[in-house]
């Protein structure tokens, strides 16, 4: 077992170690020599240098995909690719602690939160694993019996694209990589220019696993450039991309150039509705949780927080309470239970909706200041809770990506809802009660991918999540998952 100094001494290796692009199974430089500098949100300190990729880089990485699927890897058999994705598994397993660690440096997500994905991370890898030999394909019945034998046989797409969002890539980067492992993609992976490092470090663990070079690749930087040239590249089959809408309506539209097949998981304004019912010790944490875990940097965020009109005050003052026993700061502290804000920029974008919500009318019920002090140097604001809003409200309407609660009263089911479902978007949702009938109704009712009731924001890999509206589509695990990685060929034989 590694202690804490071999952990940091191997993280520290890593990021003093040559990183750039990882192509073709090795660490290549950008094709312009340009690297950008990668921080540490919660102290504004440079953590390392990374190559700046352009299409060239792109160009390079597909090609190396494109061998590799073709190559040797084509002849891997299920098992084999199922033994390797146990052996990437218990390589995980052993090493998480650094991956957590170096997440928790490279986008200021809490210590204890990033290990707690590690459940996560090993759950996905034995579920793709048990996924290698689905993709079985049919043997049919048809009117052609005695002359023609039919069936569908299930392939491999080739060359899947994956742009990934910054606020959870120890999570989404298994997405990619197991449901390549388990079907025979190849992969170029995308991660954000914010957050790259952790997924610079899982390819090395895939490698060490005994991953052929060139299944999985990446390169790193700017998305209006390399996410540009990767969505728009023709020799790419499949594109997963991460992140907002305005970027998802970009890859939708550039793959029309070769039809390559599109997942899109974007934004979300979830609805989190407490009935007058509900059992507030549980649902006051998980209603601040819905939005203050990783500072309110998750697509499922539950920021509109209808409640009931019968308790609404009472709700507030519990909430506000609850709130103001959340410890923030820098996420390597395993007390810290909020980390700063990804960036400057972020910070700037979160503040202005704040400042914007009192003069449209919202009252501050709780934070909305930026922390100054030891954290002055990182990007930290107080978890934010307003009330007295209003669904016209910007703070109502948009994603706010930061942890901003903004409470709404309700007084029947059916107003709920409708305030629920008046949003263009359709990610996730949840319900408060006790009382088991509402709660089905209001499953029925809400209008998104994933509905909880009483509690937020689990996801299990063998059930998946999904989007509706402009929140997206394509289901991020779960049973169809694995078919996306794949195509049908319907085969018929003459047996005559
Ligand atoms: P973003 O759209 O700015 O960036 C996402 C990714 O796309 C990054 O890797 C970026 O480099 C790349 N990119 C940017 N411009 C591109 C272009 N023109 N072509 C190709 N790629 C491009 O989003 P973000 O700010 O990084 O992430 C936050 C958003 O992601 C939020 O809206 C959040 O809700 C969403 N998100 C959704 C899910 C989900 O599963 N539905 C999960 C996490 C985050």
């Avoid at 490092?197 to 490698?207: D, E, I, K």
């Avoid at 390597?332 to 920029?345: E, F, K, R, W, Y």
């Avoid at 629920?420 to 809400?446: H, P």
């Amino acid at each position: 077992m590694n202690t804490h100094a071999d952990i940091d001494a191997d993280v520290h290796s890593f990021l003093k170690s040559k990183l750039g692009h990882v192509i073709g199974g090795r660490v290549v430089e950008a094709a312009s020599g340009k690297t950008f500098s990668t921080l540490n949100p919660a102290t504004g300190e440079v953590l390392a240098r990374l190559a700046q990729g352009d299409a060239t880089d792109v160009d390079r990485a597909v090609k190396a995909a494109r061998v590799a699927f073709e190559g040797p890897w084509s002849k891997w058999t299920p098992y084999e690719r199922q033994a390797l994705l146990m052996r990437v598994h218990d390589l995980v397993d052993k090493r998480f602690e650094e991956m957590a660690l170096l997440e928790t440096l490279d986008m200021g997500s809490p210590i204890t939160r990033t290990r707690n994905l590690k459940k996560i991370a090993l759950q996905a890898l034995a579920y793709f694993a048990t996924q290698t030999m689905n993709p079985s394909g049919q043997l049919l019945q048809n009117n052609m019996a005695g002359t023609v034998k039919s069936m569908i046989v299930k392939a491999p797409l080739g060359v899947v694209g994956g742009i990934l969002a910054w606020n959870n890539p120890l999570v989404g980067q298994w997405f990619l990589v197991g449901g390549a492992l388990a079907t025979g993609c190849t992969v170029v992976l995308k991660p954000a220019e914010l957050a790259s490092l952790s997924v610079l470090y899982m390819v090395n663990l895939l490698h060490e696993a005994g991953m052929p070079e060139g299944v999985v690749n990446v390169v790193t930087r700017y998305g209006s450039v390399a996410g540009a040239a990767l969505a728009g590249h023709n020799d790419v089959d499949r594109i997963v991309f991460t992140g907002s809408v305005a970027t998802g309506r970009q890859i939708v539209e550039a793959s029309t150039s070769n039809m390559k097949r599109v997942q899109v998981e974007m934004g979300g304004k979830s609805p989190d509705i407490v009935f007058a019912d509900a059992d507030l010790d549980l649902a006051v944490p998980g209603a601040a949780m819905a939005v203050f875990n990783n500072s309110g940097q998750i697509c499922t965020a539950g920021t509109r927080l209808f409640v009931q009109r019968g308790i609404h005050e009472e709700f507030i003052a519990r909430l506000t309470a609850f709130t103001q026993t959340l410890r923030v700061g820098n996420g390597l502290d395993p007390a810290v239970q909020m980390g700063p804000l990804i960036s400057q920029q972020q910070l700037e974008r979160v503040m202005g909706y704040v400042k914007g919500a009192a003069p449209e009318g919202a009252t501050l019920a709780s934070g909305g200041e930026r922390l100054g002090g030891d954290l002055a140097e990182g990007y930290f604001i107080q978890p934010t809770i307003f009330s007295n809003v209003t669904p016209n409200m910007r703070i109502a309407r948009e994603e706010i990506f930061g942890p901003v609660i903004s409470v709404l009263p309700f007084d029947t089911e059916d107003e709920a809802l409708r305030l629920a479902n008046a949003t263009e978007y359709g990610l996730g949702g949840a319900v408060w009660t006790r009382d088991m009938s509402t709660a089905l109704r209001m499953v029925d009712g809400i209008k998104a991918g994933s509905v909880w009731v009483n509690c937020y924001g689990w996801m299990d890999i063998g059930v998946g999540m999904a989007g509706y509206k402009l929140s997206g589509y394509g289901t991020k695990g779960g049973p169809g998952y694995i078919d996306s990685f794949l195509y049908e060929k319907c085969v018929y034989i003459n047996v005559t």
